[in-house]
């Protein structure tokens, strides 16, 4: 634009350009603007829309101006003595003239309106928040522009208000008819109509929602009443009740009359989310206690609102209805009605037990009976009775064992007298196992008799965790009741379970003689392995004779070899007498079993020696009566000599003969040498014989191989073997 062209002639855009002139008349006369008022303001302005002023100026001092950076302070100064900026130098005066001049100076490059291929193009693009950044830039763009290029801005406002993108760009439109910025009837209606529609939005955004009533209100006021007063009585299921609440608000704020109204059909007829309508219902009665009191009472009786017909009937404060929910009203849960029994016996003790009758008759939970006995015992202890009476021995309804035994211990504290009779009772009707220990077990915590515990330890059909469990309590009281009923417990168990062993010696703690008694049982019985009956013994509960005899007779009842040595080996550590005898025993009672014999009769010592005589002469094995024979020469080298001698003359016996020769003396080993390479066998062994004998004497050892060489017996090999061992 220039000087000569003509804005508007009213309305804002006139003013601000009558302002605009006023400025360009004060800076004409100075030679710094060159003459160039108009468009250096509407540069200045353009700039200051993304710098500070002082900085525009700067810049707009090297474009316009002399080269000198001075002209820029000068030029601020220009325009403060002018009065074009405000007192502190920051911003062009008045408000708007900024945004109008930014608008001009736009303008001017475009006369005709923008284009797509502009830098403009951008101008009026839908955003995502109001207001925008340039809006009031833009808006006078509009302005100017509308007279030469109207059709263009209407399809550019018709873009913000489709359905995509009206939402909010609506306000932009709704700021240009509002200013009288253009004139268009059509786009008013319209504007007016999504407006309206926003304004119904039930899940719009607060802040965004009463932006829209304020717009709303600048276009058509009388709109704006009609159309809060048209939300605020709405009776649909799922409107927002606080939303209708603060179309009420703006409402009252415009009509004070039609608001009263409004809020007075709002408090009957509260609607959506049902936390929120207790809320809006609080929000009125701060306005109206009546109207407040009436939301309440709505809620409350309100079947929707489910346990939140509680907290209303609470807020109302209405005891009447208080009582009338907890005692009767099914649809609210027992824990709401609990809470408001509370409440209400803090209010009236008389009202809160009337209804803790009603409510035990139609309570929903099995627990809640004792709960309302709980809530009630201090107020009326014959009420809290009945009540818990009747969980403890239903008879219209079935109630589990579990509630039942705390309604009896309940039944207990109320009259102490008929405590341990009535876990008794219990005891003897309840079929949940878990449930009868504890009844059981109230009885001796509290100090009752240990019999119907013991009862339930003894009980063959109960589990044995439990009856162990019960037994150990029972022990507390009576040592030796409980270590008894142990005792009974672990016969209970497989022969080969350990855990038996460990009950016993925990039974043995406390009881010592019976647990004895059936761990001896237990060691004497034949029939287990003899592992776990050396268990018993090993557990150190008998003393050495007892213990001694234990092992014995373990040792010679069982058929298991190793088990038998393993039990003498154990006498054989605490007596060594008496562990010889029974090694003996044990070799002369496995007589299949040459070998194990052998090895029994080795750790019988001098005990054994008859039955290692009798391997060596005897078994047919020769290795074994070799072994027999050299275990022999620790207890008696005349029998051994006697075995080895034997050996010696087992025709074929191989190396084995040798071996028996080389363990007698000298003398003795040379004639058993000469016996053996003068007898029937393997050529090496009578070769070997007579090496051996040289060994032990060189000439009767030589003399020997001699007679062997001229044996036919022996092969040229052998001789030429022999003729070597000579040679040396």
């Known amino acids: ?69 001075t002209q820029g302070a000068s030029l601020h100064r220009l325009l403060m003595d002018s009065k074009v900026v405000d007192e502190r130098g920051s911003r062009l005066v008045p408000d708007g003239v900024r945004d109008y001049l930014a608008a001009c100076h736009r303008v ?44 263009a801005m209407r399809k550019r406002l018709t873009v913000l208000l489709s359905p995509k993108h009206r939402d909010p760009n609506v306000h932009f439109v709704a700021e240009l008819l509002h200013r009288g910025l253009i004139s268009a009837d059509d786009l008013r209606d319209r504007t007016v109509e999504i407006l309206r529609e926003h304004l119904a939005q039930e899940d719009r955004e607060a802040g965004r929602w009463r932006a829209t009533v304020c717009t709303l209100d600048l276009l058509a006021p009388e709109q704006t009443a009609d159309a809060l007063e048209e939300l605020a009585q709405s009776r649909s299921r799922t409107a927002s009740s606080l939303r209708r609440f603060d179309a009420v608000g703006e409402l009252t704020d415009r009509d004070p009359v039609r608001g009263e109204r409004a ?17 809006v219902a609080r929000m009125i009665r701060l306005r109206d206690t009546d109207l407040g009191d009436r939301a309440f009472r709505c809620l409350a009786n309100a079947q929707d609102m489910g346990d939140l017909r509680v907290e209303a009937a609470v807020l109302m404060g209405d005891l009447v209805l208080c009582a009338e929910l907890t005692g009767g009203e099914r649809a609210i849960s027992d824990p709401a009605r609990l809470r408001l029994l509370t409440w209400l016996a803090d209010a009236d003790e008389a009202a809160a037990v009337a209804a803790a009758e009603r409510f035990a008759d139609t309570a929903t939970l099995e627990t809640t009976l004792v ?39 309940l039944i207990g504290e ?23 220990l504890k009844a059981a077990s109230h009885i001796v915590e509290l100090g009752g008799p240990v019999i119907t515990l013991a009862d339930f330890a003894a009980d063959p059909k109960a589990s044995r965790e439990r009856r162990l469990l019960a037994a150990r309590r029972v022990a507390k009281v009576d040592r030796n009741r409980g270590g008894r009923l142990l005792v009974g417990i672990a ?7 350990l855990e ?123 290795e074994l009566r070799l072994e027999a024979g050299t275990a022999l020469l620790d207890v008696d080298r005349k029998l051994a000599a006697e075995v080895f001698n034997k050996i010696v003359k087992t025709r074929r016996g191989g190396e084995i003969r040798i071996r028996a020769a080389c363990e007698l003396p000298d003398k003795q080993a040379l004639e058993a040498l000469h016996h053996i390479a003068g007898d029937q066998d393997h050529e090496d062994v009578l070769f070997a ?36 061992v000579l040679a040396r």
């Open 371 to 409: 709960v309302i006995a709980k809530a009630v015992r201090n107020l009326a202890p014959d009420v809290a009775l009945r009540i818990a009476d009747g969980a403890a021995w239903p008879v219209r309804r079935t109630i589990s064992e579990p509630v039942r035994l705390v309604a009896v211990h």
């Open 108 to 151: 001017r490059q475009r006369p005709d309106g923008p284009t797509l291929l502009h830098p403009l193009r951008k101008f009026l693009r839908p955003e995502n928040d109001w207001p925008w950044q340039d809006s009031g830039t833009e808006l006078f763009q509009v302005a100017l522009w509308w007279d030469k290029a109207e059709s």
């Open 500 to 622: 038996q062993l460990s009950v016993l010696r925990e039974a043995h703690a406390l009881a010592p003689s019976p647990a004895a008694n059936a761990l001896e049982d237990i060691a004497r019985d034949g029939r287990r392995p003899v592992s776990f009956r050396l268990r018993t013994v090993e557990l150190g509960i008998f003393d050495k004779t007892k213990a001694l005899g234990l092992l014995e007779h373990i040792a010679t009842t069982t058929r298991e070899k190793e088990g038998a040595r393993t039990a003498a080996r154990k006498v054989l550590g605490m007596d060594q007498d008496a562990g010889e005898k029974l090694m003996a025993r044990l070799a002369n009672k496995f007589t299949s079993d040459p070998a194990f014999r052998l090895s029994l009769a080795r750790e019988a010592g001098a005990r054994g020696k008859t039955v290692l005589y009798q391997l060596g002469l005897h078994t047919s094995a020769i």
């Open 689 to 724: 014989a007579g090496v051996r004998a040289m060994e032990i004497n060189a000439q009767r050892g030589k003399q020997i191989l001699r007679d062997l060489a001229e044996s036919r017996r022996v092969s040229p090999r052998t001789r030429e073997k022999i003729r070597k």
């Open 263 to 279: 809020l007075r059909l709002l408090a009957e007829s509260l609607s959506g989310d049902r936390r929120e309508r207790l809320e």
């Open 491 to 497: 016969k209970g168990y497989k022969p080969t379970d």
């Open 1 to 69: 634009m220039t000087t000569s062209d003509e804005p508007p002639g009213t309305g804002e855009v006139a003013s601000l350009e009558a302002a605009v002139r006023r400025h360009i008349a004060a800076l004409e006369a100075s030679p710094l603007v060159n003459g160039k008022a108009r468009p250096l303001l509407e540069d200045v302005a353009h700039r200051c829309l993304d710098l500070p002023l002082p900085d525009a100026l700067r810049q707009v001092a090297r474009v316009h101006l002399l080269d000198e950076a």
């Open 414 to 436: 109320l009259v102490p007298a008929r405590r341990f009779p009535e876990f008794e009772r219990f005891y003897r009707e309840a079929k949940d196992e878990a449930t009868r």
